[in-house]
């Protein structure tokens, strides 16, 4: 359970830190640049599925360690952190992705749409990062 916990929660973090990691060449494009680059993540949705898996785990990792509180706490916080990973998707993100029909379509308020989009993943990445180190942290003990 400690190794598909982790592993799990380290795989969704691939997904989010990619989108920050990108966020600081696509924030500026121009309009036609940047629905272009949006294409590459045709297909991603896929990716998000590791994202209830990995909640999954951690619960499982909480029930499977509780005998040491220290690591079932920890455990408990990377699931509440994938959690609001999937909360921050569905109030910012999803909303984006269904206003551009995932970026096929330019709505007036497009860059709006975009800065949501866009700060919606970095945080994304941040709040995965913490879960990735709160499930390996509490899988090492």
Known sequence: MRFLA???????????????????????????DYFIAQQAYAGWWIVGLLLPL?????????????????AMILSVAAAALIALNLVIFMVFTQPAN???????V????????RTRWEYSHAVNAVVTFLAFCCATLASLR
């Open 106 to 113: 330019q709505p007036d308020n497009w860059e709006s749409l």
């Open 98 to 104: 269904a206003a551009t029909e995932n970026w096929a």
């Open 54 to 70: 990995a909640l999954l785990a951690n619960i499982g990792n909480a029930v499977a360690l509780r005998a040491d509180g220290t």
């Open 6 to 32: 982790v592993i799990i929660t380290g795989l969704s973090l691939v997904a989010p830190a990619a989108h920050a990691f990108a966020l600081l060449n696509k924030i500026a494009m121009a309009k036609a």
